[in-house]
């Protein structure tokens, strides 16, 4: 099989989106010396809809969409994304390739003034763009103001500085690649904000019909982060989780363990079911079935059905 000797990687135009996209590209000329690998950077709906949340304009997978046109018509190899933001029931004639290493999963508390979400005082104006993290934050904090915070994450950051807000939750990974860690007043504990599924780990996308270019990919793949999201991605997956639904799953990997937490929840915190679950790093897939089931018993269907009933025209699973 002849591998291709120049490649092209789509990827969105944010400074974060390029920096995973730069980060790729210097794995693959590492790996196959004399390859030549360019850029096609590319601005998504995701990036130009600003005024309002990611549950009422169609959810994350409008990140990904023009760069899936780019790989179909062939103006593009391979797209790399925050793996968070690929839809957990991704289509032929799209696939993940590879899963990179993960970097911090964890939720990161960014303020001037504050070092943690508990010194917070009454009324606080909290600023997120995720449902997950709203929930989490309604649940132990009532007293706290959550508002929708959208933008990259420069115009996130300058929001803050602003006033807009007293302090934002943002993904630790993001900050720390853009050299930004520095900003970081505490990083949550995962007790207090359950991560995205498949949060800090990056995936490389391209399409089926790709062989010898999956077969390139394969080699930047990290089997212990791939077990562990592939675990995260399950519960999603079967419990029909969008951007309408607060989940959370974050799974971690010892002695080839996989110890799964997974949550659903009402935007409000008013409700927080929860599901720990150990398994072997083989049936990762089968554990995050089993999680996402436990959940169900405990009553998320009835969360998830009033959740993604729509409420407006532009309402959209993501």
């Not at 591998?3 to 794995?27: F, G, M, N």
């Not at 989490?136 to 959208?150: F, G, S």
């Amino acid at each position: 099989m002849t591998e291709p000797k120049k490649l092209t990687i789509a990827t969105r135009a944010s400074r974060l989106a390029l920096w995973q996209a730069y980060h790729v590209r210097d794995l693959l000329i590492e790996r196959f010396p004399g390859l030549q690998v360019n850029l096609l950077e590319m601005t998504t709906k995701g990036d130009q809809i600003l005024d309002r949340t990611l549950s009422k304009i169609g959810g994350k997978g409008l990140f990904i969409k023009e760069l899936e046109t780019a790989l179909v018509d062939g103006r593009a190899d391979l797209a790399v994304h925050s793996l968070k933001d690929v839809p957990v029931d991704l289509q032929s004639p799209f696939t993940l390739a590879a899963i990179l290493e993960r970097a911090d999963p964890t939720d990161a508390f960014v303020s001037p003034n504050y070092h943690q979400l508990s010194e917070l005082p009454a009324g606080a104006v909290v600023g997120t763009s995720s449902l997950r993290r709203e929930s989490q934050i309604r649940a132990a904090y009532p007293e706290l103001v959550v508002k929708p915070l959208r933008g990259n994450l420069d115009t996130r950051l300058s929001k803050l500085d602003k006033g807009d807000y007293d302090a934002i939750v943002l993904a630790s990974a993001g900050l720390e690649r853009l050299g930004l860690a520095d900003r970081i007043a505490s990083r949550l504990d995962v007790s207090e904000s359950l991560p995205a599924a498949g949060q800090g780990a990056l995936g490389i996308e391209t399409l089926e019909s790709r062989s010898e270019l999956i077969e390139m990919l394969a080699g930047l793949a990290n089997p212990a982060t791939t077990a562990c999201v592939t675990a995260e991605r399950a519960v999603s997956r079967a419990l029909g989780g969008s951007c309408q639904v607060p989940i959370a799953a974050y799974a971690t990997l010892t002695d080839n363990a996989i110890t799964l937490n997974a949550l659903v929840a009402t935007p409000d915190g008013q409700r927080v079911l929860r599901s720990p679950r150990t398994a072997g790093a083989e049936g990762a897939e089968q554990l995050g079935n089993d999680v996402a089931q436990a959940l169900k018993e405990q009553g998320a269907d009835e969360i998830l059905a009033a959740l993604q009933e729509p409420t407006q025209p532009d309402d959209k699973k993501a």
